[in-house]
C-alpha cells in the first residue's frame, strides 16, 4: 500500500471518529438541558443520530420511552440492518434506542 493511501486510510477514520464524538456531544448537551421538555430531548437525540453515523444518508432513529414514542420519518423497523440499546434510568430498563438502515 502507497504511503498516500495509508494517510487518506488514517484520515477517514479520523473523519469517523469526529462524527461520532461530535454526535455523543449533541446528545450530552441536549441530556444536561433539564428545562427541555422530554420530547424536544428525544428530537434532538433523533436528529444527532444520523450524522454520527457512517452512512448518514440511509440512517434513521427510533427511541421508545416509557409510553412515548419518536422516530426518524424514514424509520423501518422491518430492516435487517439494525443496532438496538435498551434505554436505562438505575440500572431499570424503562425504553430503547433503535438506529437502523435503509439500504
Not at 495509508?6 to 484520515?11: C, E, M, Y
Not at 427510533?62 to 435498551?86: C, G, N, Q, R, Y
Request: negative net charge.
Amino acid at each position: 500500500m502507497s504511503e498516500e493511501r495509508s494517510v487518506d486510510r488514517v484520515l477517514a477514520a479520523l473523519h469517523e471518529r469526529a462524527k461520532e464524538l461530535n454526535c455523543l456531544y449533541e446528545v450530552e448537551e441536549l441530556l444536561n438541558r433539564a428545562e427541555l421538555p422530554l420530547d424536544e430531548i428525544f428530537m434532538g437525540v433523533l436528529e444527532a443520530m444520523a450524522p454520527g453515523m457512517q452512512h448518514e444518508e440511509s440512517c434513521a432513529a427510533e427511541i421508545v420511552f416509557e409510553d412515548m414514542h419518536f422516530a426518524s420519518k424514514t424509520f423501518d423497523p422491518s430492516s435487517p440492518w439494525l443496532l438496538s440499546v435498551p434505554l436505562r434510568v438505575q440500572a431499570q430498563e424503562v425504553g430503547r434506542l433503535k438506529v437502523i438502515y435503509t439500504e
